[in-house]
């Protein structure tokens, strides 16, 4: 897969997270019906667990996303490394609420676990896209090099620099 | 495109940054959980221990078994509850009382409590001398009584003395008869009654709630919140379409 299309794709699934995450906190703000047939994600959401110091852990999820979202949509080596970076703290953090639901709240949020399966693939994605990351423009091309013509028809020597190995040249 | 080496060096970093992260907002969600709770548990009355005798929240309320309120009433809630669950008992303490003053006492509503012990031991020691209480129809204000004084989880918070301080305060109500009758056969029939109940209605954590017609077909509702408004519009919304 091309890094464009790892970056479209990771774009796409930050997206959808940032929905996810907006309702719950549309729904945490406004006191709106949550809709949920587990059963659990009223649960979880008034456990204590859902909230770090006062905010919404919907809303640090929501500006993960959309870090991710800008990361993704970001050319370059520093944007590939943030979006890794988020992607797989997010991967590590949402593990650990996983782990929150099942063993100290008993319940389990749908809403949540759609969320983790999208922090999963954004994870996968932005591994991916390190690992295929294209050559960087600095790097010098090692093809043999043809001499210049000057204006006057003869051909430039070439420094010793520029020659191609010796053991591509022929004899006469 | 071409793929380049894989760089270890460029991956331990991202890796390295990322275990960082995470743990600092481990460790962040876990002190403020902590502050939850002990806010939480600072805001629980803690004296007097038990209610004195005829301020009970129950008092002049009919009670049969598990249910609370006149068996005429229009409208049943049945609440699925741990007697540990930390969120049942917040629930218990804020929008129960309110429940009973706005739609039991006026008899609009009748609440049956069934009782689940999934927690640990001390569930099911709570919940057989609950159960035992309700086969004397006072079910309620021991149910009550323990949520006013819920302990940490399985700390061994359910002792015969706290039983014995609670159904004191319960005119009619016999604490040493209470506390040998909670081993006996008799409650199980009941504790199984709740249990199927709650697999048949899908109950999957507490508190849970079924709300419909008394006699009628009852609906698993969703609850925004444990305060009272969190249940009361779809109270309102039930007593307005009979």
């Known amino acids: 897969m091309s890094e464009r299309r790892l ?8 997206l959808l997270g940032t929905a996810i995450t907006a309702y ?6 406004t006191g709106a019906g949550l809709a949920c047939t587990t059963g659990g994600c009223e649960t979880v959401q008034n456990s204590p667990y859902a909230e770090l110091f006062g905010m919404p ?5 929501l500006v993960g996303f959309l870090g991710v979202f800008a990361a993704a949509a970001a050319p370059g080596g520093w944007a590939r490394l943030t979006q890794a970076t988020l992607a797989i703290s997010a991967l590590l953090f949402s593990a650990y609420l996983i782990y929150t639901q099942i063993v100290l709240i008993g319940a389990i949020c749908e809403w949540c676990l759609a969320g983790d399966v999208l922090i999963s693939a954004l994870a996968a994605l932005a591994i991916l896209r390190l690992r295929l990351t294209p050559l960087p423009p600095a790097i010098p091309s090692r093809a043999p090099q043809h001499p210049k013509r000057r204006p006057n028809g003869s051909r430039t020597s070439l420094s010793r620099a520029n020659r191609p190995p010796a053991r591509v040249r022929h004899k006469r | 495109m071409r793929r380049l080496p894989y760089s270890r060096h460029r991956f331990t970093v991202v890796i390295a940054a990322a275990v960082a992260i995470a743990t600092i907002l481990i460790a962040a969600s876990q002190v403020s959980a902590r502050g939850a709770e002990q806010q939480a548990t600072a805001a629980t009355p803690s004296e007097p221990r038990v209610s004195p005798p005829g ?14 309120g006149s068996p005429s ?6 609440e699925y509850a741990d007697l540990q669950c930390p969120y049942c008992g917040q629930w218990s303490r804020e929008t129960l009382p309110v429940l009973v003053d706005r739609y039991v006492r006026p008899g ?4 049956v409590f069934n009782g689940m012990a999934f927690v640990g031991p001390d569930s099911d020691r709570a919940l057989r001398t609950a159960v035992a209480a309700g086969r004397h129809d006072h079910l309620w204000e021991v149910v009550h009584g323990l949520y006013e004084n819920q302990g940490a989880e399985n700390s061994g918070w ?13 005119p009619g109500l016999d604490a040493r008869a209470l506390l040998d009758e909670r081993w006996t056969d008799s409650v199980d029939p009941e504790i199984r009654r709740a249990s199927a109940a709650a697999s048949a209605a899908g109950v999957k954590s507490t508190p849970s709630f079924q709300l419909g017609p008394t006699g009628g077909r009852l609906e698993l509702i969703s609850v925004t919140s444990l305060a009272p408004d969190g249940i009361v519009p779809a109270i309102e919304r039930a007593l307005g379409t009979r």
């Open chain 2, 158 to 170: 359910v002792t015969d003395e706290l039983i014995g301080e609670i159904v004191a305060r319960v």
């Open chain 2, 73 to 78: 009433a229009p409208l049943t809630l049945v």
């Open chain 2, 55 to 68: 301020t009970s929240f129950a008092a002049g309320i009919s009670q049969h078994g598990a249910a609370l």
């Open chain 1, 7 to 14: 970056r479209l794709a990771s774009q796409v699934i930050a």
């Open chain 2, 108 to 111: 609009k509503l009748r609440i």
């Open chain 1, 57 to 61: 852990v919907a809303a640090l999820g």
């Open chain 1, 24 to 29: 719950l906190l549309y729904v945490r703000q």
